[in-house]
């Protein structure tokens, strides 16, 4: 199993990025979709998750109305939208795989949001 991030970046303040996971050897479609980060000493914190089909998504409060989170089961690809983005922002994200008590993590991208 494979998930692979790509699109971080730096950034200024107010800018946008699009975060991408392709995932790989794994039943893409019947697996919910996540996405989490790690700034600098701080623990791995929820940023935003999908269901299965797309149809339903969550938010932590601090990213609701800037970040969008999408799937394409046909390419096998997870998306983050970020947009307004804020120094705080600032961390590695990471895109994870979940069903039941079987999960999957990829490495991860760098995000930097700085003037």
């Known amino acids: 199993v494979q998930l692979v991030e790509s699109g971080g970046a730096l950034v200024q303040p107010g800018g946008s990025l699009r975060l991408s996971c392709a995932v790989s050897r794994l039943a893409f479609s019947i697996y919910d979709m996540s996405w989490y980060r790690q700034a600098p000493g701080k623990g791995r914190e929820f940023v935003a998750g999908i269901s299965t089909g797309g149809g339903a998504t969550n938010y932590a409060d601090s990213v609701k109305g800037r970040f969008t989170i999408s799937r394409d089961n046909a390419k096998n690809r997870v998306y983050l939208q970020m947009n307004d983005l804020k120094p705080e922002d600032t961390a590695v994200y990471y895109c994870?795989?979940?069903?039941?008590?079987?999960?999957?993590w990829g490495q991860g991208t760098q995000v930097t949001v700085s003037s």
């Open positions: 994870h795989a979940g069903i039941a008590i079987t999960d999957y």
